[in-house]
């Protein structure tokens, strides 16, 4: 029997197993054909074909079909059958197709599917117009009786045997009713799967099968002739390209052409003769490639896309391409820069490469909304799919079983530090079992395609939450289906500069051109680098990234562009080692062939093409071959590829006469760029935002950490970035209703707050004092709470805040805190009638004053922490205790033992060689971020304390690596309350 009607793990929690391990164990059958037949959607399709052609299985394309009242599966015979299969399950999705529906969208389709229910209304009625080798009643083992195999022959409808199969091994019937209840958010005891599915949907052997179905032979026989007439003509995948304009493909080329040449200009202001020969070369040799393969019309609609925006970020490898530079897609020179154009595409490549976007990520929704007005149907997003893995698995299954949410989430939490009872081992172990089930889609965060036709003609189309249109697909998948992609993505240090720019041409009449604005020769700037003071600088913000800097003590911009790609989770020995030579360290390439390709990088493979120009170079890979490698390391199922491309590299690079200890080097280089890294375009491209960004912080500093704080971006917290702005000698006001508007502004030497930053505080409210301050600022308390109105909340909250120091008594005497406070419940009083005028005196200096203590307490409820007192306001004693080190004085306690206070920053934790976690941690005090490391049994020692965050008293040993330094931390104990009033 050919299994016709299989779930995958891409059944949204009706499926366990993944296509490849159904395909290996439908292998280990002898069985030539099988179909994948995913409720309501074809979402691991190309999973499916690539474990089919693997294991030489003929694969079928299908869906079982589910709506409110039908149900059947969908087999697909040909492309105009994937086609209406695509439309239908789109339309399923996305509107509330009823039975009485479906003969509509079969219409005209019925010899290009073949379809098989035991719906008996569906099969005489709804599919009538179907012969009887395109339709079939469905009978499975234990869902069916001999009448319905009577009825069937009465009406002239053959049958088709099928197991409905869910898993493939008899004992995962037990974990199939787990996804179901799951799925029903029913207890394991409750679930009724019975009326579908029972504990015979597995994949049977053929000889199971035959028994099965031993009275009923024609009903298997009928597989053998479905899997006949079904295509597999399904792995010669072209590329799907989008329309400029809805130009052909020789006028877009036209259209390219010109935009190049004419762009020329814009780009190079008067070149010399030799480099405007390098130019015409270059972009002959890339016009070349990008014809040859139907590009230009990706490249003219990117460019209309861009032009939706001032300031954005062309990046990825397309920033290799000059073509994308001359059009202003991407701002870094290919040709000063020596860009590999190769990483982004070649003659041998046959999987579409995309261009990746960046916009501030408050425009980004208004640039996909240009698109999916424009291109209508055409467009549509990526999505990704949502898996059950590690915790949420483990808390799914926990609920099934009748564990209450306050069990699970201290169990969970508390992984792995706890010993477990029976019944969580238990419940961790069903968990394991379900691992990697699809759940859901959700959005990807930028992937954007455009078709010719509309996208549901190509792949199934739903609607997301948040109401745009997404495809079936994840990036990878898509890909490999031919359809190209465009990253559309939201960056919040784009708006940083965008803001920091607009405020700096207002504060001082400088307008500074975004596209044509590149200080990477600016001392200033440099400096800043070399220091690695870049807090609040995009991209090299980390306190590893920091830390490299100090190491590396450089601000080039070669420099800052390989710190963007070496510092990786794998490639951290080899970031030392880069540091090393740097240093002027000797050192001999690996091999004589890898001078040219690694003399930039002092040895080391540091960027993405350098995987495939080693591997072409070394082991005479294709450029198609090497860029292949390239992508299985970064693959969530690299294992098996990657293990044939191992052979390759070894026995290529013997036949070179490369020794195996050079080539075991090559390899586990090779290997660091497993997970994430980048190619040198990309990284180039962000290098080139950072130096922006670090040229507005050297130079703006008010108005940049202004810019940073007010669009909630970056590594680090609200507080952490405004004690850093004390430490700049940024004078840090608090929010006034006369001054404050709704984001943080900076001028010269301050940063006002902003009233965001006031937890509780209507938005209404906000709104409405930003709108009034146009009209002049306000009087007094009397003329704001006219004017404004505010309810009684909003007016305590604006008092306890700070925001009404500046009005004035009607005398237009100054008023403290407490006096406003009067005022507001005096205003209230009156306004609800209780009081008239004249009958009470307004108080002002009669008033008692807040205490110090109070304003702060108020101050971190309500602005979520210290803002306009520093953080270590309430420790000024403690940091002046003779004991404790400051954080700026390090350099002087190399190898020593230390107390330090510090204020918990942020915190990374990594795991070593053999397992186990530690954590880099950065703290402040009041003069700088310092660094430091819990090494294993530390960090098992007081992680939960950290976890707590807060303030700490230090004890550990200074250590320096370059011009580096960190403490290695030994102990720590949190700052409690009653410490703090102690020192306050």
Request: hydrophobic letters at 40%; one cysteine or more.
């Amino acid at each position: 029997m050919i299994p016709l009607h299989v779930h995958s793990h891409f059944s949204p929690l009706g499926g366990l197993c993944s296509p490849e391990k159904i395909l290996e164990k439908a292998a280990s059958f002898n069985i030539p054909s099988l179909a994948i037949t995913d409720t309501n959607g074809l979402y691991g399709m190309m999973d499916f074909l690539d474990a089919a052609a693997d294991y030489n299985i003929k694969p079928i394309i299908g869906s079982e079909v589910k709506g409110s009242n039908f149900r059947f599966v969908a087999l697909v015979v040909n492309q105009n059958g994937y086609r209406a299969l695509c439309r239908l399950l789109s339309a399923l999705h996305q509107s509330h197709v009823q039975k009485r529906d479906l003969r509509d969208y079969l219409r005209g389709f019925e010899n290009d599917l073949i379809l098989f229910s035991d719906d008996k209304e569906l099969l005489r009625d709804t599919f009538s117009s179907f012969s009887e080798t395109h339709k079939y009643l469905e009978i499975s083992k234990g869902l069916f009786t001999h009448r319905d195999v009577l009825w069937a022959k009465a009406e002239g409808i053959k049958t088709l045997a099928t197991t409905r199969a869910r898993y493939i091994d008899p004992e995962d019937h037990f974990y199939y009713k787990l996804i179901r209840a799951i799925e029903g958010n029913t207890t394991h005891d409750l679930v009724d799967i019975a009326h579908e599915h029972n504990e015979f949907c597995y994949l049977s052997s053929p000889e199971d099968a035959s028994c099965a179905f031993s009275l009923y032979p024609e009903a298997i026989e009928n597989t053998y002739k479905v899997a006949e007439i079904c295509s597999s003509d399904w792995f010669r995948r072209e590329i799907i390209f989008p329309k400029f304009n809805q130009h052909s493909g020789s006028e877009s080329e036209k259209i390219l052409l010109k935009k190049c040449h004419e762009g020329i200009s814009w780009r190079y202001e008067n070149p010399s003769q030799e480099l405007k020969e390098k130019i015409l070369k270059r972009l002959d040799f890339e016009l070349n490639i990008v014809i040859s393969k139907g590009f230009a019309a990706y490249f003219l609609v990117v460019e209309d896309i861009i032009k939706q925006c001032d300031i954005y970020c062309g990046r990825g490898s397309a920033a290799a391409s000059i073509i994308s530079y001359i059009l202003g897609i991407t701002h870094v020179d290919p040709i000063k820069e020596g860009l590999f154009f190769e990483r982004f595409l070649n003659m041998e490549r046959v999987d579409p490469p995309d261009i990746d976007i960046d916009f501030p990520w408050d425009q980004r929704d208004d640039v996909l909304n240009y698109v999916f007005k424009k291109y209508g149907s055409r467009a549509a997003m990526v999505a990704n799919h949502n898996y059950l893995r590690g915790k949420s698995a483990a808390r799914e299954v926990a609920k099934v079983f009748g564990i209450k949410e306050e069990e699970i989430s201290y169990v969970l939490d508390r992984m792995p530090r706890i010993t477990l009872d029976k019944k969580w081992e238990m419940i961790i172990h069903h968990a394991s079992k379900i691992e990697g089930i699809v759940r859901h889609l959700s959005v990807h965060c930028g992937g954007v395609v455009i078709t010719p036709r509309p996208v549901s003609d190509y792949v199934p189309v739903e609607i997301a939450k948040k109401g745009v249109p997404v495809i079936q697909w994840e990036k990878e998948q898509t890909e490999a289906a031919g359809l190209v992609k465009i990253d559309l993505l939201g960056n919040r240090s784009l708006a940083v500069i965008r803001d920091t720019l607009k405020n700096v041409e207002t504060n001082y009449g400088k307008k500074i051109d975004y596209s044509k604005f590149n200080p990477i020769h600016d001392p200033k700037t440099k400096e800043l680098f070399t220091t690695g003071d870049t807090m609040g600088v995009f991209y090299v913000e980390s306190p590893a990234t920091r830390l490299f800097f100090k190491k590396m003590k450089s601000g080039e911009f070669s420099h800052v562009v390989i710190a963007g790609s070496i510092i990786r989770p794998a490639a951290n020995k080899y970031a030392n080692e880069f540091i090393r030579r740097l240093y002027g360290g000797h050192f001999n390439h690996l091999h004589p062939f890898l001078k040219d390709i690694l003399d930039e990088t002092y040895g080391i493979m540091i960027y993405q093409e350098d995987v495939t120009r080693v591997a072409m170079k070394i082991a005479g890979f294709s450029a198609s071959e090497g860029n292949n490698l390239r992508k299985v390391l970064g693959n969530k199922h690299k294992e098996k590829r990657l293990r044939h491309y191992k052979s390759l590299f070894f026995t290529g690079g013997k036949e070179n006469g490369v020794n195996t200890s050079v080539l075991d080097s090559l390899w586990q280089m090779i290997l660091s760029f497993a997970g994430y890294s980048f190619c040198k375009p990309h990284s180039a491209s962000y290098a080139l935002v950072s130096f922006k960004a670090c040229y507005l912080r050297a130079h703006y500093p008010a108005e940049f950490m202004a810019a940073v704080i007010s669009n909630r971006g970056g590594f680090y917290s609200t507080v952490a970035y405004l004690d850093e702005c004390r430490r700049m000698n940024l004078k840090v006001l608090p929010p006034d209703v006369n001054y404050s508007k709704n984001e943080f502004t900076g001028f010269r030497d301050m940063i006002r707050t902003g009233l965001m930053q006031i937890k509780h505080l209507r938005s209404s409210c906000t709104q409405t004092i930003c709108k009034a301050q146009a009209a002049g600022p306000f009087k007094n308390i009397h003329d704001f709470l006219n004017r404004i109105n505010p309810s009684f909340e909003d007016s305590k909250i604006l008092a306890k805040t700070r925001c009404l120091h500046s009005l004035k008594g009607k005398d237009g005497t100054k008023q403290t805190h407490s006096s406003l406070m009067w005022e507001i419940y005096y205003h209230k009083a009156k306004k609800e009638g209780l009081i008239q005028d004249g009958q009470l005196p307004t108080k002002t200096a009669a008033v008692k004053e807040y205490s110090s203590s109070q304003l702060v307490e108020w101050e971190n409820d309500l602005l979520g922490g210290c803002v306009t007192f520093p953080s270590w306001i309430m420790y000024r004693k403690m940091l002046d205790h003779p004991m404790i080190t400051k954080g700026s004085d390090l350099a002087h306690h190399i190898g020593k033992k230390v107390t330090l206070f510090g204020k918990k920053v942020t915190q990374k934790r990594v795991s070593t060689k053999n397992g186990e976690s530690m954590c880099f941690v950065s703290f402040s005090d009041d003069i700088s971020i310092f660094e430091t490391v819990l090494f294993p049994e530390a960090f098992s020692n007081f992680r939960d304390l950290l976890m707590l965050g807060g303030t700490f008293i230090l004890e550990g040993e200074v250590q320096q690596e370059y011009d580096a330094i960190q403490v290695n931390i030994g102990y720590l104990r949190r700052l409690d309350a009653q410490v703090l009033n102690k020192y306050f």
